[in-house]
């Protein structure tokens, strides 16, 4: 899990005893992506599919944007203050992790 602020940098991260290397990437790409963006992960992939208005969008940013669940901007005051970032799971449980985070935000 990784927590990035406003800016996009990160603050936090945490890895699970034998979660898996390259999930550590990810879950700081997720926050990222879900910051630079505003948006749920979830709901760019969605957006970034063939045919849809974000199609490549992927491709951007160094390849760091991430377009399945995962990721979700923190809000406070109606503003976006960072974002959290999982990766490890299934998607569903990514998005489950990422949900109940920005909830105890």
Request: no cysteine.
């Amino acid at each position: 899990m990784a927590v990035v602020d406003a800016g996009g940098n990160l603050v936090a991260h945490v890895r699970m005893d034998g979660a898996w290397l390259g999930s550590i990437d990810i879950s700081i790409n997720k926050a990222f992506t879900a910051r630079a963006f505003d948006t749920a992960t979830k709901d760019l992939g969605d957006l970034a599919q063939p045919g849809e208005q974000f199609y490549g969008i992927h491709a951007s940013n160094d390849g760091r944007v991430m377009i399945f669940a995962g990721g979700i901007p923190l809000e406070r005051d109606g503003q976006v203050v960072g974002a959290v970032g999982v990766s490890g799971g299934t998607g569903d449980q990514d998005q489950a992790v990422a949900e109940a985070a920005a909830s105890a935000f």
